[in-house]
């Protein structure tokens, strides 16, 4: 049994103030959650408030991005061996905002994913193809491709230690959501896919999340399907009410 994992990804939103806030009014919506993984992924500057507020109280935190060398002239850049003095325990890796924007390729999100875990830190490691690919059929290869390429050489000994999130680019702050359907083969593809170069025990063990444009209305047929253990949340994870009701899926 996978547990369910469901991360907010606040992207570059909230001060500190709001930052106060949003996690207050999380905490009190979901406190009785006990079935349910959290995590919350701040920017850099929230960090260390956040994860004050969360002590002791179940939620997890994470960080967007990070270097992937422990330190060194990087004007700028954060280190993964930083992130653990704010005890986050995740870090999203290959976020396509990161790709698009700032020109990270497979190479680059390999040596962060072997970096970060070479910390003891738990990658959310993304993936996801555009709408052109999609539409050019060519969906599987994409993936295939992002996943190889992303995890190579890394050997997934602790399936627990690595979340991979598969967000189609096309579905990300757009209100498009995949239909439950293509995000159920899709997540089935994938978990084959881990099991040809992992092992089907392994495979069976990593959780996949959803992402893109994730809301009340949709996580509960999104969480039924067999493949699909969990939800990575940008827009709606911004709003406590939005957010705990996703957390909440079950009802
Ligand atoms: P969204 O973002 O929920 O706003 O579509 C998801 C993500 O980028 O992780």
New binding site residues.
């Given amino acids: 049994m996978r547990k369910p994992i469901i991360a907010g990804?606040w992207k570059m939103y909230n001060s500190l103030e709001e930052a106060k806030l949003l996690v207050a009014g999380i905490l009190e919506k979901v406190k009785d959650v006990k079935d349910v993984q959290i995590i919350l992924c701040p920017s850099f500057t929230a960090l260390a408030v956040v994860s004050e507020i969360v002590k002791n109280t179940g939620i997890e935190l994470g960080a967007q991005n990070c270097h992937y060398q422990e330190k060194g002239a990087f004007t700028g850049e954060v280190s993964p061996k930083f992130l653990l003095d704010f005890g986050c325990k995740y870090v999203i890796i290959g976020?396509s905002e990161r790709r698009q924007y700032f020109g990270e390729d497979d190479a680059l999100i390999n040596r962060k994913l072997k970096a970060v875990m070479g910390f003891g830190l738990f990658p959310i490691f993304c993936i996801g193809e555009t709408l052109d690919q999609r539409n050019q059929k060519q969906t599987f290869d994409v993936l295939k491709g992002q996943v190889l390429k992303g995890l190579e050489g890394i050997s997934l000994s602790d399936p627990l230690k690595m979340v991979l999130a598969y967000?189609p680019v096309w579905?990300?702050?757009t209100g498009v959501t995949a239909t439950k359907e293509q995000a159920q083969e899709v997540h089935k593809y994938l978990r084959d896919l881990l099991s040809e170069t992992w092992g089907r025990e392994t495979a069976d063990r990593v959780r996949i999340q959803y992402?893109?444009?994730?809301k009340p209305e949709n996580i509960a047929e999104l969480m039924e399907q067999p493949d699909i253990d969990g939800a990575?949340?940008?827009?709606?994870s911004l709003d406590p009410e939005s957010f705990s009701r996703i957390i909440k899926f079950k009802g």
């Fill in positions: 990804n976020h967000e579905a990300i702050g992402g893109g444009s994730v990575l949340v940008g827009g709606a």
